[in-house]
């Protein structure tokens, strides 16, 4: 199957456009801009100048992909916004480019967007993440792999957002949520591990009682948060999953979220 391009889009002779691509009506794909094989482009979106798309992705009518940053800094440089592989961006999200801080805003491969998401300049979203409908990432937000966003949910600029960790919907994000653990309720708490998500990525027994155990001792113990890093440094059985953990809270620059019983 070759390339199709609807006659009533308005594609920019400068872009790439690889094989087997399909691109819907009223669609508007600006210069410098990739798309790689394979992938589907519905009605009435938008490209912008800057845009990087893997192989074999779905972009859903009405979506807006490589706008400008709404970044009052932005003076019109040059910048990215680089998708992967596999990704379903599905009908209205709004995806900013990066500005002169990192040059580039990445989103991974294998991810689902659902509708109204907005990525905004800057942020680094991983691979295998699930961002539910009307999730807003804020600038400089990083959300790293096998995450899931319940929908409407905001995400303060500058927050990371630890692998394998789900946060429920409709809550607000203005700290660090750690790795494989499961976030909810106003303030942001932690409110247990990511089991279910845990056990589907086939994390072995044991792997999930010492990941339980870490966080027993930060946040259930009368340790604070300095110490119980300490604490988890000094024991023998050290496995990466806890080292994890251990790196992740030792680079939060906003602090991470609250204990289920912090007041």
């Known amino acids: 199957m070759s390339t199709f391009i609807d006659p009533r889009a308005v594609v920019s002779p400068n872009a790439q ?35 990087r798309i893997g192989k074999n992705c779905k972009i859903f009518h009405g979506a807006s992909v490589g706008s400008i940053p709404q970044d009052l800094k932005f003076k019109g440089e040059e910048t990215t916004l ?28 294998n991810c ?9 300049h800057d942020c680094v979203v991983g691979n295998n993440v699930i961002m539910a409908n009307a999730v807003n990432l804020g600038g400089h937000v990083v959300v790293e ?81 300095s110490q119980a890093l300490e604490k988890l440094k000094s024991e023998a059985d050290l496995i990466p999953e806890v080292q994890n953990i251990i790196n992740f809270i030792e680079k939060s620059q906003r602090g991470i979220i609250r204990g289920p019983y912090d007041e």
């Not at 709004?94 to 040059?103: A, Y």
């Open 145 to 225: 792999d096998y995450v899931v966003i319940g929908g409407l949910v905001p995400v303060h600029q500058f927050v990371r957002i630890g692998q394998h960790s789900i946060v429920g919907g409709g809550w607000r994000v203005p700290k660090d949520v750690p790795p494989y653990i499961m976030a909810a309720r106003e303030p942001l708490r932690f409110e247990g591990l990511n089991i279910v998500g845990l056990k589907r990525r086939n994390f072995p027994k044991e792997v999930i009682e010492k990941i339980e155990h870490a966080y027993r001792i930060i946040y259930q113990s009368n340790l604070n948060v």
């Open 82 to 109: 680089e998708i992967g592989d596999n990704t379903v961006i599905r009908e209205f999200c709004t995806l900013n480019r990066g500005t002169s801080h990192s040059g580039k805003t990445v989103i991974g491969s």
């Open 112 to 120: 689902l967007l659902m509708a109204y998401v907005h990525v905004a």
């Open 17 to 51: 456009i690889g094989e087997n691509v399909k691109i819907g009506p009223f669609t508007v794909i600006e210069d410098n801009v990739i798309i790689g094989d394979g992938t589907i482009i519905g009605p009435n979106v938008f490209i912008g100048s800057g845009t």
